[in-house]
């Protein structure tokens, strides 16, 4: 009964938003799929109509339909150019809501066990992965996994691809007693300020960012103890609920939104390093207010203190990466540019295409690897033209992406992002 409900809040939501749609078609050179497969079918003018069509029931919820949902990557560049400002990206929501609750048919959200693995048992218990740590890294540090990489399973799992996609794991930022830098297992409770203190803020640690993009983390609080802010990492946050909301399991993605709005009740900013977690926290109503979460960046260009930091220079070029969720949902693309043009001697410079989805999305680069390569050539040629060493993006998603298309290529360019390399030049050294 409850998932019959669902569904009909679902299909009344599309009917209604859909009717927004007005088939201009302005969308459709900046949809990445349509871009590559040149399908009306997945373009989003044409999503709409299909999603209306189920919606209405002049079209079947049938497989061809579901492919065509999950080929969508979510980067909602359409709602950025929308004249009539159609709310795409909840229309795909609920598409996949929709699909999700006819379970019992043949025409299903395809996901491949890596995603079932991860949504089920990891993400959604993000402690569990701070427990893995080292597991990770044993497995970096003794499998042969450039060998395992060009063998036949390597090729063929999409759980070992993810796992050998993952960067060089780290470990949580701590401090001695003596506030000496160190490390540890897990992150502590409060990391307090250095010098003068100004403010408190707490830092989103995010669930697969455990293991793969600890040095984000670690530089976050560096940076926001040297500023004068002490930094608090509560330990009963959990994931964003972001890949459970657009894999068509919002009762899941809900269930975390409560958890999460409980943990940050009482602080008046939330600091979060990955912009498609930022969207979701902001989207989902983690905060009653909006504001209070802001995307780590942007924060750092705000705050002050800067005048009584040294910076170590940098003569060099940097290209910028400009993720899809940080572009077209939060309009904070200018902030990592701001941030790194701090450090003497950098010159920021924007890749190439980033009008244009790298093809990450969350889990995407998983379920439809084809087509997420294909939009991620068009950033490897660019870079390989660059000659730069350094690449930043404020994505794990799509550092992690890009990082391991770049290694495929044999191409040396260093995927961080913008506050790792802030906080190195800080003297951030662990």
């Not at 540090?141 to 060009?150: A, D, E, G, V």
């Not at 669930?207 to 560096?222: G, K, P």
Request: hydrophobic share 40%; charged share 20%; with cysteine.
């Amino acid at each position: 009964m409850e998932k019959k409900l669902l569904s009909e809040f679902s299909k009344k939501l599309i009917i209604e938003e859909s009717n927004q749609c007005v088939s201009c078609g302005l969308c459709l050179p900046h949809c990445p799929t349509y871009r590559v497969l040149q399908s009306e079918a997945d373009s989003p003018r044409g999503r709409i109509a299909l999603m209306s069509g189920v919606a209405t029931g002049h079209i079947p919820l049938n497989a061809r339909f579901v492919q065509h949902m999950d080929r969508c990557l979510t980067c909602r560049a359409c709602e950025a150019v929308c004249p009539n400002s159609v709310t795409y990206g909840r229309l795909i929501d609920e598409a996949r809501a929709l699909i999700a609750d006819h379970s019992t048919s043949t025409a299903t959200v395809r996901k491949s066990h890596t995603r079932m693995v991860l949504e089920r048992l990891l993400l959604a218990q993000p402690m569990r992965l701070d427990r893995l740590r080292w597991g990770f890294y044993f497995m970096q540090k003794r499998m042969p996994l450039q060998w395992l990489q060009k063998s036949i399973l390597g090729k063929k799992s999409k759980l070992l691809k993810f796992i050998m996609q993952l960067p060089l794991v780290k470990f949580p930022y701590a401090m001695t007693a003596g506030g000496n830098n160190a490390i540890g297992n897990f992150w502590q409770a409060i990391y307090p300020a250095q010098g003068e203190k100004c403010g408190e803020v707490a830092l989103f640690l995010g669930c697969v960012a455990r293991i793969t993009d600890v040095e984000t983390l670690n530089s976050s609080i560096y940076v926001l103890n040297r500023l004068g802010y002490t930094v608090h990492v509560p330990p009963a946050q959990t994931c964003c609920g972001a890949i459970h909301q657009h894999s068509g399991d919002p009762e899941q993605a809900n269930a975390l939104v409560r958890r999460n709005r409980s943990v940050f009740a009482g602080f008046d900013a939330v600091i979060s390093t990955s912009s498609g977690c930022g969207v979701q926290l902001i989207e989902s109503g983690v905060a009653d207010n909006q504001a209070r979460i802001t995307d780590i960046s942007h924060f750092l260009m705000k705050a002050e203190g800067w005048e009584n930091v040294d910076m170590a220079p940098l003569a060099e070029k940097i290209l910028v990466h400009e993720p899809c969720s940080l572009r077209n949902v939060l309009h904070d693309q200018a902030y990592p540019y701001q941030l790194i043009a701090r450090i003497p001697g950098v010159e920021a410079v924007p890749l190439a295409g980033n009008d244009q989805c790298c093809g990450a999305a969350g889990t995407y680069f998983i379920d439809q690897p084809e087509i997420a390569d294909m939009l991620l050539s068009d950033k490897i040629a660019a870079l390989k033209e660059s000659g730069v060493q350094y690449l930043v993006t404020s994505n794990i998603g799509c550092a992690m992406h890009m990082a391991n298309g770049l290694y495929e290529q044999g191409i040396n360019v260093e995927v961080l992002h913008p506050v790792a390399l802030l906080a190195r030049q800080m003297g951030l050294k662990l």
